[in-house]
């Protein structure tokens, strides 16, 4: 399912390589991390544009929100709050999320592809908590120093 994803979605595609690489040899991570890092920006801007964002667009953005609160990943880093943020926003308006958040919505009658949904919001949530806390911790550490 997930081939399937990366195909209609370059942004997807190249955070799972953006992962991947860091677990090849150092070399090849530090010779590729940079490349693939600007690429995933570039798509992410464009697709931060636009509406009715696809379910592709979220799984993107839990990726990233976590490869970028991992220790060690700067300065290749994104804010993953800003990001988990915008995702937020933009869940509310997609018709791949949107129906899920509905207070209607009822999990007893749900299509199997529904457990999708409600599990890529569910990592988005926790990847937003993860950058809240991540966030708080670093602000306290700035502000003891």
Not at 35 to 62: G, N, S, T, W
Not at 88 to 107: E, G, K, M, N, W
Request: net charge neutral.
């Amino acid at each position: 399912m997930l081939q399937l994803q990366t195909t209609k979605s370059r942004l997807l595609l190249y955070s799972v390589l953006l992962i991947a690489v860091r677990h090849k040899t150092q070399e090849l991570a530090d010779q590729l991390a940079p490349k693939l890092f600007h690429e995933v920006r570039r798509l992410l801007q464009q697709a931060m544009l636009a509406a009715d964002q696809p379910i592709e667009f979220f799984q993107a953005v839990v990726i990233l929100s976590l490869w970028s609160s991992t220790i060690g990943q700067r300065p290749l880093s994104i804010d993953s709050w800003l990001l988990t943020s915008h995702a937020f926003v933009q869940a509310t308006s997609s018709p791949a999320i949107a129906h899920i958040l509905q207070p209607s919505y009822q999990r007893a009658t749900s299509r199997e592809c529904d457990l999708d949904v409600i599990y890529i919001w569910n990592h988005l949530c926790v990847a937003h908590l993860q950058s809240v806390d991540h966030s708080a911790m670093s602000s306290s550490v700035n502000i003891t120093v």
